[in-house]
């Protein structure tokens, strides 16, 4: 990252009537920070990140590069064997999972400064502009993200996009929770609950086999809240996974409520909302540098991996004249 680059990293603030403090940076249009109460009135900081944007692995930062509180894109999660045909062409990515795609390339949005479009105490809009064949993608893309902090301190986090020729596009916040406000804490006394009653299983590269397994009364069934760690090693698909690296499948339509977590320790809650047909649950056993393994929960609301090789998956497809968009709400409470 140039110099100038970093000179126009900036830190910009929301701010709720009820004291919930969201901190956020216009590197990677990414998350730094989301201060709560827990039961006594106390707020922490219930977010995996650094305090100053210099920190980040993305502005050269000396911790491995986890995507803590980043926007992924262009396609969030994996492409296998980083490509895809689209209208009989063959589009070659960055393989910078080698030979996989993950989270847009070795370039991606959260690599990039964003445009300030809007910021004040309650809104922040950023944009990016994605040439035509950045990272190996068709279409020039125009994207905005935009963080809107509600009275009650909800965090509302909305992406669109439009392309100038066909391409994919799956945009998430890569967001890393962690309800006890004490990042040197495991999230395995989380407690967890996800409205899906099945997942896409992986093989070894975290790429979905193509199968959509039923999961009731497995390892990975949470249609009925329970502790993270209560089963995180009993199932050969998480061994294999590194825990749980999984994308559930949702059903319904529209923004509706998917999941909550739960410290029942301080009493801080989560609850997830979103209009995306599936939710990656992630563990964060590849965690790393200043944050150990499973020291935050990632719940990232998003369309399935490598959906661009798969036809019998929800598309991913933006066409000129359209508009991609995702909503994701986070909704802050006690338990």
Not at 4 to 32: C, E, F, K, S
Not at 68 to 86: E, K, P, V
């Amino acid at each position: 990252m140039t110099d100038r680059a970093r000179r126009d990293m900036t830190v910009l603030t929301l701010r709720a009537p009820n004291g919930i403090t969201v901190r956020l940076t216009n590197l990677g249009a990414t998350l730094m920070g989301i201060e709560t109460p827990d039961r006594a009135g106390r707020f922490a900081n219930i977010m995996l990140g650094y305090a100053d944007p210099a920190d980040y692995p993305a502005a050269g930062g000396p911790d491995p590069d986890a995507y803590l509180g980043a926007t992924c894109g262009r396609y969030a999660n994996r492409i296998a064997g980083a490509t895809f045909m689209l209208d009989g062409v063959r589009y070659q990515l960055s393989a910078n999972e080698a030979p996989n795609h993950l989270h847009g390339g070795e370039r991606n949005f959260h690599e990039v400064i964003w445009q300030i479009v809007v910021a004040d105490d309650r809104r922040v809009v950023l944009s990016h502009h994605s040439p035509d064949g950045d990272q190996g993608y068709p279409g020039a893309l125009d994207a905005v993200a935009t963080f809107t902090l509600g009275d009650d301190g909800e965090l509302a986090i909305v992406y669109t996009a439009t392309t100038t020729r066909p391409t994919h596009v799956n945009l998430v916040s890569h967001g890393y929770f962690n309800l006890s406000g004490d990042p040197r804490t495991s999230t395995l006394d989380h407690r967890l609950w996800i409205d899906a009653a099945e997942i896409l299983p992986i093989d070894a590269a975290g790429l979905p086999t193509g199968e959509r397994r039923a999961i009731a009364g497995s390892a990975f069934d949470f249609t009925v809240p329970r502790m993270i760690g209560s089963r995180i090693d009993d199932d050969p698909q998480a061994q294999g996974g590194q825990g749980y690296n999984h994308n559930y499948v949702l059903g319904g339509a529209g923004v509706r409520e998917v999941a909550r977590l739960e410290h029942p320790i301080s009493g801080r809650s989560l609850a997830v909302s979103t209009d995306q047909p599936g939710l990656q649950l992630y563990s964060g056993d590849f965690l790393g540098g200043s944050f150990a393994p499973r020291s935050g929960i990632c719940l990232e609301a998003q369309h399935w991996p490598d959906s661009p090789n798969r036809a019998d998956f929800p598309s991913t497809r933006l066409d000129p004249g359209a508009t991609y968009r995702s909503e994701t709400r986070l909704r802050f409470g006690l338990s």
